[in-house]
């Protein structure tokens, strides 16, 4: 029989206001195995820890119900506290009376009866707790960045200068990202790659970090300080180590009508390319769906004008393999579809634009050399509209239901750089709301409306129609006015939403680590863990944990990597001892608990085990505690009941339930 | 028949087996038995007629665990069962030698019985090689005629077909029983009120004598040591809070078996006191195929089961409060 102590905290008035704790003390110490009950106004207070153990020692207590708030919050507290006083941590429980009693509730009598039930259940649960010993699992130096973007740079430049080997696997040929794309940011209006090719080339440089550009991850083992990935290595058709960059294949390549994609398509590149001049590494790759050599057999021209001899049709993919103490997601976002959105006449007119696209055009590198001009005709633009929220904020599942937050503010951006460098074109905005919160971004706003004589116009559009002349005619609706509006522009430009890179939900599956509805990989906790994915050692930087700008971008990435040092700065590794156990004599062998396992956790092996004096080899499931998560998938499938998660056993939860329903 | 003996003989005299799993001949004429045949000379007593509705498929678990290769008897029915076991790792594939053998649907005796023939003698038109229509049965009160597809199993009526999933040779020719759908008679009990349906299983299961045979049977139903014997688990002593209670067996092993059951029918056809146990398990493979899309356990080795399968098109968990 255990002897257990019940400590009911107040904490202040957050449960003592809604629940008789005195009620709930006189009621806990009738339960069967407890022999000490007592309520104090902090349980989690050093006095209120010090109750606790004074209670373990001189009425040596096996087993503590703290009925208090979230184990999510205090749980360790108490633990922690009941090892010092010479308890397995283990065999504290926590009746959470707060918040799924106290704050819930306001009638008192109904609140003290279902935190005497809560307490009742823990107590049950207590009664048949065993202590468990935590393991250790070891950790390798190493952390993967998954995503060449300014998060997975900033994430890999923190990592190293602590002084961790940092791998950068990013798929396409080169690093850079969206950030490359963009020509100025927001609210200094400083030059995009002005700032990032820094730091493009710092990582590059950095003996502590690795670039696998052109490569995928595509196999993930393993757990948190211990994972085994396979990183795929495309054939780049170019030899790294020969090519010097010089740029002459991509000007001799016969095959050039292949839509630019680091252009978002608004122009062509050749078969051989580098997607930008800043590209790093400085190394074409050639494009082999679009190669004529690939084609026919036939060209060879980029092979007959290298000079270094880099050229390498024969060339395969390679498959590295790398272990890693820790796995950093940083794999961005790209924008939407639009082919959902005909209203804005995106596919029917050139002159219908995305801001990304925009982007590319007021870039000097980009297909307009950075004049603003009409990619059907060439002309300059007069009359320009931006139109905001373009499948944001969506309420129909055309669109997206979140705000992509960077909108307003590169749009206010967008329409004060073209008042600035061509006055004579008017510039109108329809917005829904605008939405400034960041250090200087208000300010910003505000400029482009009052300094630069930005036309913002509250209201939606309803419709963009291309017209015979081939300008457009945009009707919308003006809320402050009340009234309709058809206006005839020349240029209008979506401020179309952002969403996770389609590749995050393969990635994701790989690491098993959580996405929500939307396809952003989930916090371990929304507001206290918001780089660390649910999953143990998987860290999250950028876009794929949800819409963010640059200054929030690199915040966040540098906080990932701090999380990443933390774990990497550690040789061992406690391991939670609430893992899933197999009971031999029972399990069957029939593979049901590893098809569920999310972990792999789980093996077979077979095994000579004695049944009742019956000796045969049985084929045996074996758990590896150090990949076991413990969320129990394997106890419930089990169809013979082998399976069981320690500390949360099937005998455990049932005498919960019992006390509840008693 | 003969042929299937002669090859048994055969593979008994070259050694390929070590062992024939079929059925023997019981002590009336329509309860043909499981038997095993070690030589020649006892499988005079082998038989293989309309009766033997028996899958061996589970007695292959513990026949696994012995010396040397057992040859068994599958009908196209049981190979599902079969390949279920392979797949849960509790047959070894190696240590069978399969005869596929043909099935023109089995005999129900209750189902005979129920049209009034009592006092049986004998009953001919059963045999696998007949191609009669009907069964002629000598009984204390004369001779009696039945129409063969009257006196078939339910199972039968609702055939999954007359190929062997898994086999080494085939012997004997199958025929096509199906006549029914397999689904109707679930998509009665939905149709039902809450307490329509209470009701009814509340009669049918408060026949039940717990006598287990529908968990021994069932090749699903495999586990080393079943929950309900084992003293780990409190469902093996408890004393009953009323007279329903016990009757919760039948819907544990249904989710136990839930996603794993082939609908092979044996717990049906073993049921002394004639309860339609398959309802159970087919309502579960309705909604498999409603939520997950058609799945049939059984018809593979390799695939994976979709109660054990995780993608990103299942049904989401709000399906259950939806439905009601």
């Known amino acids: ?55 373990i020692r001189e009425k040596n207590l096996t087993g503590v119900v703290v009925c208090s708030c979230s184990p999510r919050m205090h749980e360790a507290t108490f633990r922690k506290a009941a090892e010092r006083a010479g308890l397995n941590p283990y065999m504290v429980e926590i009746a959470n009376i707060r918040e799924h009693c106290s704050w819930i509730h306001k009638d008192m009598e109904e609140a003290t009866k279902k935190a005497v039930i809560l307490a009742r259940a823990a107590i049950a649960k207590v009664n048949l707790n065993a202590p468990l010993q935590p393991g250790e699992s070891r950790v390798t130096k190493r952390a993967l960045i998954i995503g060449g973007g300014i998060a997975g740079i900033q994430t890999a430049l923190d990592i190293a200068d602590a002084g961790y080997e940092v791998d950068i696997v990013e798929k396409t040929p080169s690093i850079g990202g969206r950030m490359s794309q963009l020509d100025k940011t ?217 705000c992509s937050k960077i909108c307003c503010m590169y749009t206010a951006k967008h329409a004060m750089l073209i008042r600035d460098k061509y006055p004579d074109t008017n510039v109108t905005v329809f917005y829904i709301d605008v939405r400034t919160p960041g250090k200087n971004f208000d300010e910003f706003y505000r400029r482009a409306v009052e300094q630069y004589g930005v036309n913002y116009i509250k209201g939606q559009v309803g419709k963009v129609i291309p017209q015979p002349d081939g300008s457009l005619l945009v009707q919308g609706s003006d809320l402050i006015d009340n009234k309709q509006i058809l206006k005839k522009a020349d240029m209008v430009v979506l401020a179309t939403a952002i969403e996770p890179n389609p590749d995050v939900r393969k990635i994701a599956t790989m690491l098993t680590a959580s996405i929500d509805t939307n396809n952003f990989l989930t916090e371990a906790h929304a507001k206290l863990r918001p780089v660390e994915s649910p999953t143990a050692g998987i860290f999250l930087s950028g876009v794929c944990q949800g819409p963010k700008d640059i200054p929030e971008t690199v915040a966040q990435a540098g906080a990932a990597a701090v999380k990443a040092i933390g774990l990497l700065a550690k040789d061992k590794l406690t391991t939670n001892p609430c893992t899933a156990k197999s009971d031999e004599l029972l399990c069957n062998g029939c593979s049901t608990c590893a098809n569920v396992c999310p972990y792999g956790a789980i093996s077979y092996e077979d095994k000579e085990v004695n049944d009742h004096g019956i000796r045969e080899t049985r084929r045996v499931a074996v758990v590896n505690t150090a990949l076991c998560q413990g969320c129990g998938a394997c106890t419930v499938a089990c169809p013979s009941g082998a399976m069981d998660l320690q500390g949360f056993s099937n005998r455990q939860i049932i005498a919960e339930v019992d006390a509840i329903c008693r | 028949m003969q042929e299937l003996i002669n090859r048994a003989k055969e593979l008994l005299a070259d050694g390929t087996v070590a062992r024939v799993l079929g059925w023997k001949a019981g002590d009336l004429p329509y309860n043909p038995e499981p038997a095993y045949f070690e030589t020649e000379e006892s499988l005079k007593d082998f038989v293989y007629n309309g009766f033997c509705g028996a899958n061996l498929s589970k007695y292959m678990i513990e026949a696994s665990k012995l010396e040397g290769k057992t040859l068994v008897c599958l009908k196209p029915c049981d190979t599902y069962s079969f390949n279920q076991l392979i797949k849960e790792h509790r047959v070894d594939r190696e240590k069978a030698y399969i005869i596929g053998v043909g099935c023109k649907g089995k005999l129900d005796i209750e189902k005979i019985r129920k049209q009034g023939i009592k006092g049986i003698e004998s009953i001919s038109g059963a045999e696998i090689t007949d191609e009669a229509e009907t069964l002629t049965i000598q009984t204390i009160y004369g001779e009696k005629t039945c129409a063969y597809k009257d006196a078939m199993l339910e199972r039968c009526h609702v055939c999954k077909g007359k190929e062997h999933k898994i086999y080494d040779e085939l012997m004997g020719e199958s025929k096509e029983t199906k006549d029914a759908d397999r689904f109707a008679e679930v998509e009665k009990i939905e149709a039902m009120s809450p307490e329509e349906k209470f009701a009814f299983f509340q009669n049918e299961l408060s026949k039940c004598i717990r006598c287990n045979a529908c968990r021994n049977v069932c090749p699903a139903c495999s586990c080393r040591k079943c929950v309900f014997d084992s003293n780990k688990f409190d469902s093996a002593q408890k004393a009953n809070v009323d007279s329903f209670e016990e009757k919760m067996f039948h819907i544990i092993r249904a989710f136990h078996v839930a996603g794993r059951c082939t609908d092979c029918g044996e717990c049906s056809r073993v049921c002394p006191q004639g309860i339609p146990l398959h309802l159970f398990n087919r309502k579960f493979i309705k909604d498999i195929d409603t939520f997950y899309g058609e799945y049939q356990a059984g018809e593979d080795t390799t695939s994976k089961g979709p109660l054990t399968n995780f993608t990103f098109e299942d049904v989401e968990p709000s399906i259950v409060a939806e439905r009601g």
Request: net charge neutral; with cysteine.
């Open chain 1, 1 to 55: 029989m255990q002897r257990i102590g019940v400590f009911v905290c107040h904490c202040g008035s957050n449960i003592a206001a809604t629940v008789d704790v005195k009620k709930v003390v006189e009621l806990a110490a009738k339960e069967p195995g407890v022999v000490h009950a007592e309520d104090y106004q902090y349980m989690c207070s050093e006095a209120g820890q010090a109750k606790i153990q004074e209670a």
């Open chain 1, 186 to 402: 927001f609210p200094t209006l400083d030059c995009s790659a002005c700032i990032l090719t820094p730091k493009m080339v710092e990582a590059a440089a950095h003996e502590k970090i690795n670039i696998y550009t052109y490569s995928e991850v595509e196999h993930v083992s393993g757990f948190v300080g211990d994972f085994t990935v396979d990183i795929r290595k495309k054939a780049r058709s170019v030899n790294m180590d020969k090519c010097t960059g010089c740029g002459v294949c991509q000007e001799k390549c016969p095959s050039k009508k292949i839509p630019n994609e680091f252009n978002r398509g608004l122009n062509n590149r050749t078969a051989i390319y580098t997607p930008f001049a800043q590209a790093i590494p400085n190394v074409p790759v050639i494009d082999r769906e679009n190669c004529i050599k690939f084609k026919t057999g036939k060209c060879g021209v980029c092979s007959k004008v290298c000079q270094a001899g880099a050229i390498d049709y024969d060339q395969q993919d390679e498959i590295v393999t790398q272990k890693y103490g820790a796995i950093v997601v940083a794999t961005g976002f790209d924008t939407i579809k639009l082919d959902k959105y005909d209203e804005y006449a995106y596919s029917q007119s050139k002159d219908v634009i995305t801001s990304l696209e925009l982007e590319r055009i007021m870039n000097a590198a980009g297909p307009t050399k950075g004049h603003l001009e009409r990619l059907s005709d060439g002309k300059a633009p007069k009359e320009l509209v931006f139109i905001q929220c373009v499948g944001s904020r969506c309420s129909d599942d055309r669109g997206k239901p979140y």
